[in-house]
Nanobody, 132 residues
Framework: QVQLVESGGGSKQAGGSLRLSCAVSGRAFSSYAVAWFRQAPGNRREFVANIVISTGSTTYAGSVKDRFTISSDNAKNTVYLQMNSLKPEDTAVYYC?????????????????????????WGQGTQVFVSS
């Protein structure tokens, strides 16, 4: 069983920065793809960013590209989401997710937008609130 623990959420004014962390348990971290999704009240859960751990290849939603950066520290089994130039529309609960089945198929993540069903394990979420 893979467990994910997110941290780093909070409240910021527009233009500020936050860094989210996702600590992943288990020995197969290097074979995973790890993503961040977010869900605002009344909205569907939407993709934010993904990283294929073995290759470092990253994918971003258009709405966060050039503002957010996903990265991993393989020695710590941790994935980060650095969020800069925050906007009020970034307000949401942010979830970390692991694709254990698809992670080894690295090309699966090339030039596509991942969907929630690609991911096998989810964290509990961390709240981000951005005020104007």
């Amino acid at each position: 069983q893979v467990q994910l623990v997110e941290s780093g959420g909070g409240s910021k004014q527009a233009g500020g920065s936050l860094r989210l962390s996702c600590a992943v348990s288990g020995r197969a971290f290097s074979s995973y793809a790890v993503a961040w999704f977010r869900q605002a009240p009344g909205n569907r859960r939407e993709f934010v960013a993904n990283i294929v751990i073995s290759t470092g290849s990253t994918t971003y939603a258009g709405s966060v590209k050039d503002r957010f950066t996903i990265s991993s520290d393989n020695a710590k089994n941790t994935v980060y989401l650095q969020m800069n130039s925050l906007k009020p529309e970034d307000t949401a609960v942010y979830y970390c997710a692991v694709a254990a089945r698809l992670g080894p198929q690295t090309s699966y993540f090339d030039n596509v937008t991942p969907t929630v069903d690609w991911y096998d394990y989810w964290g509990q979420g961390t709240q981000v609130f951005v005020s104007s």
